[in-house]
């Protein structure tokens, strides 16, 4: 219902002016003189639009808009600011507001701000469309393929098939032409249980086997001549259907479903056997391709919904940034200029780090270790993360332990995914309101591994949120997250042989502990993790 709209001020002058633009824009309006009867109203509608004022005696604008996003995430609330409450304004773009409008209104800039939230409504509508069809279409896709592939296979069967009856049927007495083209195992055998013609395929798996015995290519058979397939054919006369185990000609065993047929002289003699076989094993695998396919698929589109998220999170960050910046230019403010560049730079960083991460999940390259001292390895990774924490008013502790000696890594992805968890230990830090906050870094060596650990005393995180952390797309940041970061990490971290274990107690903080091999010959992956703590 995009077309109802709430209007939120305490002015009537300013409701009644406003309502007659919005209902010429084609809005039904809906009005409230304050924040509490705003959200008495919005329980009850669910408009998909808001536009209220920030100053409001009783609830105000920031405390709906923290009423309306924790109920309703998706609703697209607008604010109304005066001159000067660039401050508040700021805020309320921060706990994720569509856009404001400044006092006195101009109907071009309110235009602006409700095309732009009805452009977002469509496009999150859209999105949620989508993701939940992929996983329907994606079965229909695939059910598609098993339907081609098989009427592909039952057409190359028949056509071979046509074709070697007709040449035998023409030809009995003398050398037959045989079909080579067939996508199974074909043979040609005569009363005497020899094999008398083959198909490429059996050739090129089975090995040259004409003028061998019939039961040759099936292992564990003790009485081979009177149990094989073509020997019970004719025995009864009529064709057999039946699960064998076919030895390859390099000494594998595969079960196959095999099939034969009586061919007959024209007098109506049984001359001759045609058996065909099935890799079963081949038929599996394509199975299990086909289902890799369909959960890459699926992994896809969530990606594509958790990042689109995460990305609207940073635009809300940019649009603060640049409106600092622009008005601080404005102002030669240039206190401000310098707030709102580094807000767009941070932003750009994580946007740098949005698009790594679905770099890394399409495709999973290769290591390339490198035996690199570890001691240089921790310095230029702290050198990255170091100034940003710090920032952010921050204390960050380092311990390294002397004698850390080297290890084979491959810093490039190595140090993006530690940094992950750095940054994951600011976050962590920032939702919890007690200040000031310190995280430690620690680095130390035993002969077999290097041990990093990472402690915060940000907000923590409950037993059942551990559990969770790793896993592909779940994230405890909400909406501002992917859900890609940890499980890349871990991923990078397993890749390398090494494992991850984390303890956490709720409101007390965290404490990620990074083991790494000292050589890639090392796997710690499967080592027991330490005990969680609450």
């Not at 009856?165 to 005569?190: K, Q, T, W």
């Not at 007959?264 to 695998?285: H, K, M, Q, T, W």
């Not at 960083?349 to 001292?373: H, M, N, Q, S």
Request: charged fraction near 30%.
């Amino acid at each position: 219902m995009d077309n109802t709209l709430l209007l939120a001020d305490d002015e009537e002058g300013i409701r009644r002016v406003l309502s007659i633009a919005l209902a010429d824009s084609g809005f039904d309006v809906l009005t409230a003189e304050n924040g509490l009867e705003a959200l008495e109203i919005f329980r009850r509608v669910m408009p998909d639009i808001v536009l209220t004022d920030i100053k409001m005696p009783g609830l105000d604008g920031i405390g709906l808009l923290r009423a309306i996003k924790a109920e309703r995430p998706e609703t697209e609330v607008i604010m109304i600011t005066g001159h000067g409450d660039v401050a508040l304004a700021i805020e309320s773009l921060k706990l994720e507001a569509t856009d404001f409008v400044t006092k006195p209104i101009n109907d071009d800039v309110l235009a602006i701000a409700l095309k732009r939230a009805r452009e977002r409504i469509a496009m999150r509508r859209q999105l949620r469309q989508y993701t939940e069809n992929l996983e329907e279409r994606v079965q229909k896709q695939a059910e598609r393929l098993v339907e081609v592939e098989r009427l592909a296979a039952i057409g190359q069967a028949i056509e071979g098939l046509s074709t070697a009856f007709r040449d035998m049927a023409g030809d009995l007495e003398g050398s037959v032409r045989y079909f080579n083209e067939m996508p199974c195992f074909v043979s040609v055998h005569d009363r005497h249980l020899t094999v008398v013609a083959t198909n490429a395929l059996y050739r090129d798996r089975l090995g040259d086997m004409v003028g061998r015995r019939s039961w040759e290519i099936y292992g564990n058979r003790e009485d081979p001549a009177g149990t094989c397939p073509v020997a019970q054919t004719l025995r009864a006369g009529a064709g057999q259907r039946r699960q064998e185990t076919v030895i390859h000609r390099d000494g594998s065993h595969h079960p196959a479903m095999v099939h034969t047929a009586p061919i007959r002289s024209s007098r109506g003699d049984l001359e001759l056997v045609l058996e065909f076989a099935v890799d079963i094993s081949e038929v599996e695998r394509l199975r299990e391709e086909l289902h890799a396919a369909q959960d890459r698929l699926t992994s896809l589109g969530l990606m594509v919904s958790s990042v689109s998220h995460g990305i609207k999170g940073i635009l809300t960050g940019l649009d603060a940034g640049v409106y600092l910046t622009e008005s601080a230019l404005r102002k030669s403010d240039l206190a401000q200029a310098r707030e709102g560049v580094a807000t767009v730079k941070a932003m750009v960083e994580r946007i740098r780090g949005v698009v790594l991460d679905v770099l890394y999940f399409a495709k999973e390259r290769p290591l390339e270790r490198r035996r690199t001292d570890v001691r240089d390895f921790t310095e230029g990774l702290l050198a990255v993360s170091a100034p940003k924490i710090r920032k952010r008013a921050i204390d960050f502790a380092t311990e390294l332990a002397p004698g850390l000696g080297e290890f084979e890594i491959d810093a490039a992805v190595a140090a993006p995914a530690i940094n992950n968890i750095l940054d994951n230990a600011v976050d962590a830090c920032e939702e919890r309101a007690q200040t000031p906050h310190r995280i430690t870094f620690r680095a130390r060596g035993t002969p077999e591994h290097v041990i990093f650990d990472i402690q915060d005393d940000g907000v923590g995180m409950t037993r059942e949120a551990r559990a969770k952390i790793f896993d592909l797309f779940y994230s405890s940041k909400g909406r501002a997250g992917t859900g890609l970061g940890l499980f890349i990490t871990r991923q990078i971290v397993g890749q390398h042989g090494g494992r991850i274990e984390v303890e956490s107690t709720p409101g007390q903080g965290s404490l990620f502990r990074i083991f790494l091999p000292r050589r890639a010959t090392q796997d710690l992956s499967a080592t027991p993790s330490g005990p969680d703590r609450d």
